[in-house]
């Protein structure tokens, strides 16, 4: 009753079976957050160099650092949705430690000394002081536009 039948050979002209596709890569949110604090790193010594060059504060360079860090976060880091949360805070970090690289190197250009024995003398903790007692409202708009650009430009980079 049981036949022993051949299959038929495959047709070669019939289009092989596709592979299913790759899923999209994820990322790694530790690569991106390396990434972030790295390019906020250097984002603040432009930012700070930018500023003593042209001796003011430019809303285009704190838009750079946004985006530099946004960008680096979400390209390294993926779609995880604290990335831009990440980069917003970076970003405003970056501002930050820019403002504060400016006072310093005006400092070290006042007082014809190196950056170093600045840095030596008044500490982070002077720097800050002198920040404080000069920061304006510019100052914060600074910040914020450098924070919001970051959080804007992970979200889009991420997409």
């Not at 002209?13 to 790193?41: F, K, Q």
């Not at 650092?65 to 970056?94: D, E, I, M, T």
């Amino acid at each position: 009753m049981s036949q022993h039948v051949q299959p038929p050979a495959p047709d070669s002209a019939a289009p092989a079976a596709p592979y299913p596709a790759e899923p999209a890569r994820s990322g790694n949110i530790g690569l991106g957050i390396v990434a972030a604090v790295v390019a906020a790193l250097a984002a603040a010594a432009a930012y700070g160099a930018i500023m003593n060059a042209i001796d003011r504060q430019v809303g285009y360079a704190a838009v750079g650092v946004g985006l530099l860090v946004g960008f680096a976060a979400a390209k390294l880091g993926g779609r995880n949705p604290v990335l831009p949360v990440v980069g917003a805070v970076l970003s405003l970090g970056a501002v930050y430690l820019g403002q504060l690289f400016f006072i310093a190197l005006a400092l070290a250009d006042y007082g014809n000394v190196g950056l170093g024995e600045v840095l030596d003398k008044a500490g982070v903790g002077g720097l800050n002081d002198i920040w404080q007692e000069g920061a304006d409202a510019m100052d914060y708009v600074f910040l914020a536009i450098g924070g919001f650009v970051a959080f804007g430009a992970a979200k889009k980079a991420s997409d």
